[in-house]
C-alpha cells in the first residue's frame, strides 16, 4: 500500500519530469524556427531535433500554433526579465536606461536564435480571422520598461523635454533592427552599435526638444 507522502511524491517527481520535458521541446522549436523558419517548423521536425516522438509533443501542445505561441512567450518573459533585473542597483533614471538597452542587446544579440524564433512567430501566428495575432498587441512591456525610465528621467530633471512613447518607439525599432540584422551579417559589432545607440539617445534626451 502506497503511503499518500509516497503518492504526492510520485506526483512531484511526474510534474518536474513533465516540466523538463517541455522545456527540450520548445528549446528544440527556437532551434528549428531559427533554422527553418515558421512555414517550415513541424512537430515531426521538431521531434527528429529532440530526438524524441512527435507524439510526445502532442502530448504536451496540441498543435503547432500553441507551441509556437508557448516560445514567444517565453522568451519575451524572459527578455523582460532580464531587463529588470539589470535596472536593480542602479539609482538614477539615466543609470537604469543606460544599463536596460546594453543588457538587452548584449542578453539577445549572443543569442540570436532567439531573436530569429521570436520573429518567425511574431510575423507568422494568425488569428481566426487570418490577422497577425501578436501584431495588435497592446501589450508590449519592453516598450513601456523603456518609456517608465524616460519619464522618470524628465520627471526627476535629468531628461529634456520631448515624446516619451515616440522616443521608447525609436529606441525599440532600433535595437530590434539591429538583432535583425546580427543574425544574417557577422561583421556587425554588437559592442559598437550599443555605445552608438546610447550616445545617440542620451546626446537627444538630455537636451530634448528645441
Given at each position: ?12 517527481n511526474?510534474?518536474f ?43 504536451h ?25 539589470s ?25 540570436p ?13 494568425r ?68 555605445k ?15
Open positions: 500500500m502506497y503511503s499518500k507522502n509516497s503518492m504526492d511524491e510520485q506526483k512531484s511526474r510534474s519530469i513533465e516540466q523538463a520535458r517541455r522545456v527540450q521541446i520548445i528549446e528544440a522549436t527556437i532551434d528549428v524556427l531559427a533554422k527553418h523558419g515558421y512555414v517550415n517548423t513541424s512537430f515531426a521536425k521538431i521531434a527528429k531535433h529532440a530526438g524524441i516522438s512527435a507524439s510526445l509533443i502532442s502530448y501542445f496540441k498543435n503547432k500554433e500553441e507551441l509556437t505561441m508557448e516560445v514567444y512567450q517565453t522568451i519575451d518573459s524572459t527578455r523582460v526579465a532580464n531587463m529588470l533585473a535596472v536593480t542597483g542602479h539609482k538614477t533614471a539615466a543609470e537604469k536606461l543606460r544599463s536596460l538597452i546594453e543588457a538587452d542587446l548584449t542578453y539577445m544579440g549572443t543569442r536564435k532567439l531573436f530569429k524564433a521570436l520573429v518567425e512567430v511574431l510575423f507568422s501566428a488569428d481566426a480571422k487570418g490577422f497577425l495575432e501578436l501584431m495588435d498587441n497592446t501589450e508590449q512591456p519592453a516598450i513601456s520598461m523603456v518609456e517608465e525610465m524616460l519619464q522618470l528621467g524628465q520627471k526627476n530633471g535629468e531628461f529634456g523635454e520631448f515624446d516619451t512613447h515616440a522616443t521608447a518607439l525609436i529606441i525599440d525599432g532600433a535595437r530590434d533592427q539591429f538583432l535583425a540584422q546580427l543574425s544574417m551579417q557577422s561583421d556587425d559589432n554588437l559592442e559598437v552599435f550599443s552608438t545607440l546610447t550616445a545617440l539617445i542620451f546626446s537627444y534626451i538630455t537636451k530634448g526638444e528645441k
